[in-house]
């Protein structure tokens, strides 16, 4: 099926590329609009029909439903996709009135485990239970704050039991030193190269474990959530402390506040870990426990969480959470698992907590993360609104950044001080 978009607004239609589509105010999209994010969605034909992925957490809605990074939703004629201040609706003039969407039911897809080296050598394992953006945007899942990769990179997505990469920049990426212009299959073995990270991938058979998910979580058997569901539970904004749920939703956010709260008295009141001696054979066992401690392996309760995550399942993923970091508080894996949670149902005020400790840890070791310092300077940047203090640490933060990359953060501290200026009635000039 062929699918044109028609704005809304001005009546003009475009016709989509037979492969993809790039949607957003990027020099390099396929479809252009104006006053919207970077990039917006990417639309997809794979060979058992279209899909459409968000690419931003912000003012993208489909149906009236936001739209979220690496979220999936098939389009059908009638569709409305909202970008910003524009509206496109999905046509198919090339098929009857009554024709159905071709896109086939989605299967499980075989279990994919990402082997991601970074620049200094250091690799993350990771089990892709959910598609993973890859990009120096906040939102990205893997991210990394190196110029050589771009604002969004790739995109690992599967569909009908198949896993794809996608490529979102203007340049290529890498599959087996081969280039990648807009999407290929991915299988077992292949070697991915997106920006200056290396990523092997290993596919395997699907297992029994989403089965047992019930079983791990020790929570009553639930039927899965539909995409439809999904979208109809999740909260409608994620632009105030706490968002609010759509009316009819399932979830009870006040209650996963009050239980999150719980869990942040807990973390305030633990101690840090003993330093390590720097010298002698203390201080190299040390340094490897650190080095383990960056690759950020998924442990089984960060991947059950993450599952039930994405399946709607709050409350499950945060009981799994909660006991597993009231048992190993100093896993930044589970923290950072936690502010995910946090984060995919907008409860802005508790996210700070899990990425504090995550900070904490570190510096106890003696070491660094540019990841959680850009992520606090741009939470503390979004708590600001409400709470104006929070702006001279988004500003500490992005200091924290620049000392520990040696890369300038000036236009990203100038956009503070200027919201900082706005909110307070006044004027800031760039520095």
């Known amino acids: 099926m062929d699918f044109h978009l028609q704005n809304v607004r001005t009546g003009e239609i475009v016709k989509l590329p037979p492969e993809r589509a790039l949607i957003g105010a990027a020099e390099h999209a396929d479809v252009l609009t104006d006053d919207s994010p970077y990039l917006a969605a990417l639309a997809v034909r794979y060979p058992t029909g279209w899909a459409l992925f968000g690419l931003s957490d912000e003012g993208v809605r489909f149906n009236r439903r936001p739209l979220r990074a690496a979220q999936r939703v098939t389009p059908r004629k009638g569709d409305l996709l909202?970008?910003?201040?524009?509206?496109?609706?999905?046509?198919?003039?090339?098929?009857?009135?009554?024709?159905?969407?071709?896109?086939?039911?989605?299967?499980?897809?075989?279990?994919?485990?990402?082997?991601?080296?970074?620049?200094?050598?250091?690799?993350?394992?990771?089990?892709?239970?959910?598609?993973?953006?890859?990009?120096?945007?906040?939102?990205?899942?893997?991210?990394?704050?190196?110029?050589?990769?771009?604002?969004?990179?790739?995109?690992?997505?599967?569909h009908a039991g198949t896993w794809y990469i996608h490529t979102l920049s203007k340049k290529a990426l890498g599959r087996n030193r081969k280039a990648v212009n807009h999407f290929a299959r991915v299988t077992d073995g292949d070697e991915l190269l997106i920006g200056p990270l290396v990523v092997r991938i290993e596919i395997r058979p699907p297992t029994a474990e989403r089965a047992a998910l019930p079983a791990l979580t020790g929570s009553r058997e639930r039927p899965p959530l539909s995409e439809s569901s999904i979208l109809t539970d999740l909260p409608a904004s994620t632009d105030g402390l706490g968002g609010a749920?759509?009316?009819?939703?399932?979830?009870?956010?006040?209650?996963?506040?009050?239980?999150?709260?719980?869990?942040?008295?807990?973390?305030?009141?633990?101690?840090?870990?003993?330093?390590?001696?720097?010298s002698g054979l203390g201080g190299w066992l040390g340094a490897?426990?650190?080095?383990?401690?960056?690759?950020?392996?998924?442990?089984?309760?960060?991947?059950?969480?993450?599952?039930?995550?994405?399946?709607?399942?709050?409350?499950?993923?945060?009981?799994?959470?909660?006991?597993?970091?009231?048992?190993?508080?100093?896993?930044?894996?589970?923290?950072?698992?936690?502010?995910?949670?946090?984060?995919?149902?907008?409860?802005?005020?508790?996210?700070?907590?899990?990425?504090r400790q995550i900070e904490k840890l570190a510096q106890a070791r003696g070491t660094s993360d540019p990841w959680v310092f850009e992520t606090l300077a741009r939470l503390c940047e979004r708590l600001g609104?409400?709470?104006?203090?929070?702006?001279?640490?988004?500003?500490?933060?992005?200091?924290?950044l620049e000392s520990a990359t040696g890369q300038s953060c000036n236009h990203q501290k100038n956009d503070v001080m200027a919201r900082r200026a706005l909110h307070e009635g006044g004027y800031a000039g760039g520095g």
């Open 245 to 278: 749920p759509d009316p009819g939703s399932s979830l009870d956010i006040l209650a996963l506040h009050a239980r999150g709260q719980q869990l942040e008295n807990w973390l305030k009141k633990q101690p840090l870990p003993v330093q390590e001696p720097k």
């Open 82 to 158: 909202a970008i910003g201040e524009s509206r496109f609706t999905f046509l198919a003039p090339n098929t009857a009135p009554d024709d159905e969407s071709e896109a086939e039911e989605e299967g499980a897809p075989p279990d994919c485990f990402a082997y991601i080296t970074n620049p200094d050598g250091m690799e993350e394992c990771r089990a892709v239970d959910h598609d993973l953006l890859f990009g120096r945007l906040e939102g990205c899942h893997v991210q990394l704050s190196d110029t050589r990769l771009s604002r969004l990179g790739a995109l690992l997505a599967s």
């Open 288 to 355: 490897q426990r650190d080095r383990l401690r960056r690759f950020w392996l998924d442990t089984p309760e960060t991947t059950s969480a993450r599952s039930l995550r994405t399946a709607g399942r709050l409350d499950d993923a945060f009981t799994v959470l909660d006991r597993a970091i009231r048992t190993r508080p100093d896993g930044p894996e589970l923290l950072r698992e936690l502010y995910r949670l946090y984060e995919a149902v907008a409860l802005l005020d508790l996210c700070y907590r899990p990425l």
């Open 385 to 400: 609104r409400e709470r104006p203090e929070m702006y001279d640490r988004a500003i500490g933060y992005w200091n924290k």
